[in-house]
């Protein structure tokens, strides 16, 4: 194989986000050595010798509706302290490369095309990207804003769908990072179904809800009735502006509920809230509210303050998810990888508790590194 065709594609969906832009820089950053690889799992030695493309070999591309270019966005994030200061100028030539490898994406406002239209056009982009650079294969990853889950009488697919669709047409391993819907659709299951490709989701699991997924299952273990778990979010940015939209807030909040009823056995008393603050930027706060049970009914309380840059959190996991996929790509893997379900807030299968999720996470690096 010659290095040419071992280069891998990373086509975002919201390509232009925050979340794109942090990974975009971050890989740069990290490939020229100026950052260590912080947060990302697949630097880790257990994932040395498992055959995952490395960073220096990843092609940014991808699609966003918005057109604002990557260096600025990349400024604007440095500014709000996401990224560290200086960093958008040393990865400037990086970023303007994956600039030019954006498309416009759609539904665009008064877009007449049909879904079919839609995905075919979409596929003929990511498709054009592949052959255009010689990659090896292009993994698609939706990171762009948060959709209202669907209604059952809507007749046009999301648009998190359409581009679902566009990546199994384009032959290309797919993970949804959000919680839109993405492959779930019914309009789907046969398309799915037959794609023989590896694919995971959905909606990566960074921060209030990673903490949830280790703490939930303490409570089991120890034989402590969870009586109420509430929890309250306050974050900034594009994802605290759309996430203002209650039925986006909704299809969040859903995966955020999921992992304590997946875990605890049903859902406690107690929702989430997502509270939209724009002078937050891309940092968010998360309190945790748990009220449970111990020895005679003594009744106990565990609070929790999470606060994190939700762009830092999430960057070094796609980049991780995009290698493992690029990799079960190569080894002829498809369908649902549970195995990814460590990265996921509602993955396909699986265990729920994190420590459960990493131990088959390192097994499926064992079985990459075995097949080398
Ligand atoms: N950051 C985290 O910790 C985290 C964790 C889990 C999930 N997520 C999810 O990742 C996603 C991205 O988060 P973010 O902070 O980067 O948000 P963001 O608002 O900064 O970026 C989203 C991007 O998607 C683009 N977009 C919207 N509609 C589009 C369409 N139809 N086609 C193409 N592009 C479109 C927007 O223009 C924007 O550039 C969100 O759905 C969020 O819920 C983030």
């Not at 809230?273 to 724009?278: A, G, L």
């Not at 195995?339 to 420590?355: I, T, V």
Request: hydrophobic share 40%.
């Amino acid at each position: 194989m010659t290095a040419h065709a071992a280069r891998t594609g990373v086509w975002f969906i919201g390509a232009r986000g925050s979340v794109a832009t942090t990974a975009t820089a971050g890989c740069a950053a990290v490939a020229a050595g100026l950052h260590p690889p912080t947060g990302m799992v697949t630097e880790t030695p257990p994932f040395h010798g498992a055959g995952l493309p490395p960073l220096t070999s990843l092609v940014f591309g991808g699609h966003d509706t918005l057109d604002c270019p990557l260096p600025k966005r990349a400024e604007a994030l440095a500014a709000g302290g996401v990224l560290p200061h200086g960093l958008p100028s040393a990865v400037r030539s990086e970023l303007t490369a994956a600039d030019e490898e954006i498309r416009s994406g759609g539904p665009l406002p008064g877009d007449t095309r049909t879904d079919e239209e839609l995905v075919a056009s979409f596929a003929t982009d990511i498709q054009d990207f592949t052959h255009r650079h010689g990659l090896a294969r292009t993994v698609v990853i939706n990171v762009a804003s948060t959709e209202p889950a669907p209604g059952a009488d809507d007749s046009r697919l999301p648009a998190s769908s359409l581009y679902a669709a566009a990546a199994l047409r384009a032959g290309c391993p797919y993970a949804n990072f959000t919680p839109s819907t993405g492959l779930r659709s019914p309009h789907l299951r046969e398309a799915v179904d037959s794609c023989a490709l590896p694919h995971a989701g959905r909606d990566g699991k960074t921060g209030q809800t990673l903490l949830r997924s280790v703490l939930a299952p303490m409570f089991v273990q120890r034989a402590l009735p969870v009586r109420a778990w509430s929890g309250t979010n306050l974050l900034g940015g594009g994802d605290g502006a759309a996430l203002a939209d209650p039925a986006a807030a909704a299809a969040k909040n859903a995966g955020k509920e999921r992992v304590l009823a997946d875990t605890l056995g049903s859902a406690p008393e107690g929702e989430v809230h997502i509270d939209d603050v724009p002078a937050m930027g891309d940092w968010k706060t998360a309190w945790d509210h748990i009220a449970f049970d111990g020895f005679l009914g003594s009744r106990m309380i565990l609070q929790t303050i999470w606060q994190g840059c939700d762009s830092a959190l999430a960057a070094p996991l796609v980049l991780d998810l995009a290698r493992l996929l690029a990799r079960a790509h190569e080894l002829g893997l498809t369908g649902p990888r549970p195995e990814l379900g460590f990265y996921f807030k509602d993955p396909d299968g699986g265990p729920a508790g994190l420590p459960e999720q990493y131990q088959e996470l390192l097994a499926f690096a064992e079985r990459l590194r075995a097949a080398r």
